[in-house]
């Protein structure tokens, strides 16, 4: 009976163990587009989820920021910048045209908040971070084209921004 549980057991593990895929961080990146950019110079990678659907639009900005569309649900820039938090929590906190409600996170390198147009109900959410992918940081920001964003859909691209990673260029073998 042992050998027949063990004999189970076995091919089951193993299945188990090959199911999805994952980086070399042991993230799992089932389920996730990977999408290739360069800003200035840096190679670098955000894998965002596959659930997200829309023309994807990648267009470079002349300040250098790399703006990602994809549909009206999905919008974000990307760009080498050390950020500031404490200047743009004042921006939030003071805009007259977007009435700030509350932060969903304020943390020291993301800030997360629901703002309000006071002649509307619906709310709008933002989100502004600051992440360090090898030796730059960057500032990552969703685009503020006239669409509400829901607190899913800014929740989606905060996940993407976490995601950001240098990509290594590829590397040959030597002929041996």
């Known amino acids: 009976m042992k050998k027949f549980i063990i004999a189970l057991a076995a091919p089951i593990m193993l299945f188990c163990a090959g199911c999805g895929h994952s980086s070399d961080e042991g993230e799992s990146t089932e389920n996730l587009n990977e ?81 309000k147009i006071p002649a509307m109900e619906q709310s709008n959410f933002h989100f502004y971070t600051i992440r360090k992918a090898g030796n730059n940081t960057y500032l990552i920001k969703d685009i503020d084209s006239g669409d509400a964003y829901s607190e899913n859909d800014v929740q989606v691209m905060i996940d993407a921004a976490e995601r950001l990673k240098v990509k290594e260029p590829a590397t040959t073998k030597p002929n041996s």
């Open 35 to 115: 999408i290739k950019i360069v800003i200035l110079g840096d190679s670098l990678s955000i894998m965002v989820p596959d659930t997200i659907t829309g023309q994807k639009e990648i267009k470079e900005q002349a300040w250098g920021a790399i703006e990602i569309k994809i549909g009206t649900k999905f919008q974000l820039s990307i760009e080498q910048n050390e950020g500031d938090i404490e200047l743009q929590k004042s921006d939030i906190e003071g805009n007259d045209v977007y009435k700030f409600q509350r932060y969903i996170k304020n943390e020291p390198a993301l800030l997360f908040w629901e703002s």
